[in-house]
């Protein structure tokens, strides 16, 4: 019997990536998040303003695009159920300004799509 050594090593890091992208994706989201304060959550709710994805610096954002390139298949993995217990971890203060609003998650799903549309193409 012959192993194929190509589907072998891309079914491992396949794995390795399911397992550790979201992690990559929790950092790249702390770091946009750093500066936000609850009044910039609500304000954004409020308004309505779902495109954050120009907000992110550039250099963030470029290190989100190579990553997106190379493994953009497991966009799939990044949800609002996650992101909402990230948040509840690491931003209390921005997962309550979300979930104490009354459109607070309907706004956060929307804006996790929007952003998976423009680093996941």
Known sequence: MK???SKLKQSFIDAFV????PDIIRGFLLG???????????EAIDKWE?????????NIRN???VFAKKY????YLINVKLVLLWLKTDRPDLYEA??????????LKEC??????SIFV
């Open 3 to 5: 192993i194929d050594l």
């Open 18 to 21: 399911m397992e550790f992208a």
């Open 32 to 42: 946009i998040l750093e500066p936000v304060k609850p009044e910039h959550v609500k």
């Open 50 to 58: 779902t495109n954050l994805w120009k907000f992110v610096p550039d």
């Open 63 to 65: 290190n989100a695009m």
């Open 72 to 75: 953009g298949k497991y966009a």
């Open 98 to 107: 979300i979930v104490k609003h009354e459109r607070g998650v309907e706004w």
């Open 112 to 117: 996790i799509e929007n952003i998976k549309k």
